[in-house]
């Protein structure tokens, strides 16, 4: 099945065309990682993807049905989309455990079928123990593992990650971008992740998407992608 579908995607801001011509699939269960140098449009892509931009021309089309267009837009929440950020972006005046029970009972998911699903998750995500805590009271490692419980609580169809272990430190992110791919695999994520890491990339990816100027250069398996200097 088809999740995700870009058909001649293009963005400009002003006279500034950011993205050109962009035309790719993802298939359920895929992982596709996007890399390319600061200013190729990879942002961009994950913001119309999201529903945070419009396009002003081509479509996005999820599950079969469009999105957004020139003409027409999807709100973000009614796309079965779920994003993680950079900083995390937790509220930080809620527990961890409702701030990954927030999506879950805003579709009034039963308080028992709640518990049940966290917990499967936050033993997947080694987050035992933190459910009363605050967020700014856990390690950047442990918020950033909130996010990801957070935006998988609901089952997305498609999972957006944006440069999701760059605030990470070194070690951290070599250890969170393989449990993070192994955990993917295991549920069946379709994940949509941008990076500038080209490690993170090779280590996730199932397809690699390499941008250059607004278009896309390749797009392919890691073994036979390369990254131009
Ligand atoms: P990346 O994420 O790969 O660094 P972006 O998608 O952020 O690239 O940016 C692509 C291009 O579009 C850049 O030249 C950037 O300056 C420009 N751009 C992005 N957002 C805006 C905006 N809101 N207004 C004007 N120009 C923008
Ligand atoms: P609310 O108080 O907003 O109605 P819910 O009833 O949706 O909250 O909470 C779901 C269930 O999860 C409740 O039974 C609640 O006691 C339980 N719960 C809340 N916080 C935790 C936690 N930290 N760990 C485990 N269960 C929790």
């Given at each position: 099945t088809t999740i995700l579908e870009v058909k001649q995607l293009g963005k400009s801001f002003g006279s500034h065309?950011?993205?050109?011509?962009i035309n790719f699939s993802v298939k359920q269960g895929e992982i596709i990682s996007v890399l390319g140098p600061s200013g190729c449009g990879k942002s961009t892509l994950l913001q119309l993807i999201a529903g945070l931009q419009q396009p002003d021309e081509g479509e996005i089309c999820l599950r079969g049905a469009t999105v957004a267009s020139a003409s027409r837009m999807v709100a973000p929440e009614k796309r079965g989309i779920n994003m993680v950020f950079q900083d995390y972006?937790?509220?930080?005046?809620?527990?961890i455990y409702d701030n990954m029970a927030y999506g879950l009972r805003r579709q009034k998911v039963p308080a028992a079928a709640i518990k049940e699903q966290l917990a499967a998750l936050v033993a997947l995500l080694h987050l035992?123990?933190?459910?009363?805590?605050?967020?700014?009271?856990?390690?950047g490692g442990q918020q950033q593992r909130v996010a990801i419980a957070r935006a998988l609580a609901t089952k997305p169809d498609l999972l957006l990650l944006d440069e999701?272990?760059?605030?990470?430190?070194m070690r951290l992110r070599i250890e969170m971008r393989s449990e993070m791919a192994y955990l993917f695999r295991q549920l069946g994520t379709t994940v949509f992740h941008v990076t500038h890491d080209p490690d993170e990339a090779f280590a996730m990816a199932d397809r690699l998407m390499i941008m250059r100027s607004g278009a896309i250069d390749q797009i392919d398996r890691p073994q036979i992608c390369y990254e131009r200097p």
């Open positions: 065309t950011a993205l050109k011509n972006a937790l509220w930080p005046h809620m527990t035992e123990g933190l459910e009363d805590r605050l967020p700014p009271q856990l390690s999701p272990l760059s605030n990470l430190d």
